[in-house]
């Protein structure tokens, strides 16, 4: 059996989780915890509620907590951990409650997500197993055995190129790893196998006869997952789901689906009609689409200076008026989605990515220090940290940011590199040449095509010589 949708539950259990929900967007996280938890309990199957799970327990979790709290929370929960993989044996399904148990108090222990993975795979449930692999990955980013996992189960749920982000991710870290460099071979090989339906031919499950059946099926799922879908295919994408609209009025994700297909194909009053419908369902008050609106908006104007006639003698006056317009809209809409959830860290960081781009400093600086409270933006709400105090000239303070942030890099990623990057400069300006030479070196030697990493290294050593 494979994973369930919401429209799949029942309608006491739709409910619930809606309830679930709405304590999540007031920050009541016990209750929220307790209601998904309900549902699960019934209907364990239900992703989405999985997921909206997951992300209350992370959300309680906060920061993490100090060295004692982790070793506490580990012994803890070390009884229920073994009691789990008993359950697992015996009944996948009953492993699962089990997990989510040691997860309510600890979001980020990793035998609990370990034995999610299990239950998860037995249980043929592959994006529950994903959700758990996710978090074991950022636990752990240089373990390549969770890596692979982690990229083969993204694959097996058509997203290859995640899946081989991650495998590149690692390779730099071990670039003689052969099991690696193998593994990315694989997953692409594995995408060609599965689009042809070879794999049910070569275990004897399926026939010529199959492939034929399902290749009309299998190429409008393709369509469905492309970013960039072609004119006419997107076309028939929004016939056929309109009018399966028609026939099922309450199939939110069909509505959500509409909106942005009208959005890609840059019909924005069509696409704010459909986020408006969902605005007055049971998803109304979701954050996300409070933000999805707020990004139609930002497209629709910037398509209108995209429109304007550059030969036109007011065509700069037009412009700034529409960019000044814009940048007016998304601060206020992001001000009330801040309001409205205080303590959601994800809406902090944009705020101040909003505040950086305006100018406005002072204000950026409040809203990303609060951001360093989410463990999934710390690191770049670090990087902003820096260049809001370089722009003051206070480059102490920036390096200072940026060394924080570049202790917890482990891998030399395209952010590392921006970091590194970004500390030379401002060393640079500080007066001090050969230190920041040595973070650009540092770059240059696995990177020399970076920025003008190359000409200033070259330079250096030419004036040496």
Known sequence: MSEKSLNDLPRDLRQMYTKGNEALQRDNFDYAIDLFSQVLSREPRVYDCRKALRTAQQRKAGGGGGFMKKMWSSASSSPLVAKGELALHREPAEALPIAEQILASDANNSAAHRLIVKAATAMEMPRTAVLSLEVLYHNSPKDKETAIQLANALADIGDVARGEKVLTEVCRAFPEDNDLAQALKDISARKTMDEGGYDELAGGKGSYRDILKDKAQAISLEQEKRVEK????????????????????????????????????????????????????????????????????????????????????????????????????????????????????????????????????????????????????????????????????????????????????????????????????????????????????????????????????????????
């Open 230 to 465: 072609a004119e006419d295919v997107t076309q028939r994408l929004i016939n056929e789901y309109e009018t399966r609209l028609k026939n099922e009025p309450n199939n939110l994700k069909l509505v959500r689906e509409l909106a942005q297909m009208y959005a890609e194909r840059k019909d924005f009053d069509r696409a704010l009609g459909y986020y408006d419908r969902l605005k007055n369902s049971e998803l109304g008050n979701d954050a996300t689409l409070d933000q999805s609106i707020a990004q139609t908006i930002a497209k629709k104007l910037d398509y209108q200076i995209a429109q304007l006639d550059p030969n036109a003698p007011d065509n700069a006056e037009k412009i700034a008026q529409l960019q000044a317009e814009k940048q007016s809209y998304l601060l206020a809409e992001c001000q009330k989605r801040v309001e409205r959830f205080p303590t959601d860290l994800q809406i902090r960081f944009e705020m101040g990515q909003l505040y950086f781009k305006a100018g406005k400093i002072s204000e950026a600086i409040t809203e990303f220090q609060k951001a360093a409270g989410n463990p999934h933006r710390r690191i770049a709400s670090l990087n902003y940290l820096a260049q809001c105090f370089a722009k003051r000239k206070m480059y102490d303070l920036a390096a200072r940011k940026l060394q924080e942030a570049l202790k917890e890099k482990p891998v030399f990623d395209d952010e590392k590199k921006e970091l590194t990057y970004n500390l030379g400069a401002v060393l640079e300006s500080m007066g001090k040449k050969e230190d920041s030479i040595e973070q650009f070196k540092l770059i240059y030697e696995v990177d020399s095509g970076y920025k003008d990493v190359g000409p200033r290294v070259e330079a250096y050593y030419a004036s040496k010589a």
